[in-house]
Nanobody, 111 residues
Framework: VQLQASGGGLVQPGGSLRLSCAAS????????MGWYRQVTGKQRLWLAD???????MYADSVKDRFTISRDNAKNTLYLQMSSLNPDDTAMYFC??????WGQGTQVTVSS
């Protein structure tokens, strides 16, 4: 399967965005999918993942602000982001176990 992330852009502090990650094939059998982000020159950081069962886990930095979900019928992974702040500015990547990455979508939080 291949992944295509989209939905990034420029948003003001306190705003919201929803990222999408469209898969080229069925995701219903993928046991784990997730989102990471990376600032240029820094390590890629895990944000959230969601199991096939729907169980989700979050990094402390985004817990209560971000929500991960998957729509198996649409073969799409989502990341709903709210209360965004400048520290959330990064390239966001989706991931499917084992080892498939999307190309990234840029999120910039600035006034």
């Amino acid at each position: 399967v291949q992944l295509q992330a989209s939905g990034g852009g420029l948003v003001q502090p306190g705003g919201s965005l929803r990222l999408s990650c469209a898969a080229s094939g069925s995701i219903s059998g993928i046991v784990l999918m997730g989102w990471y982000r990376q600032v240029t020159g820094k390590q890629r950081l895990w944000l959230a993942d969601i199991k096939k069962s729907g169980q989700a886990m979050y990094a402390d930095s985004v817990k209560d602000r971000f929500t991960i979900s998957r729509d198996n019928a649409k073969n799409t992974l989502y990341l709903q982001m709210s209360s965004l702040n400048p520290d959330d500015t990064a390239m966001y990547f989706c991931y499917a176990y084992p080892g498939v990455w999307g190309q990234g979508t840029q999120v910039t939080v600035s006034s």
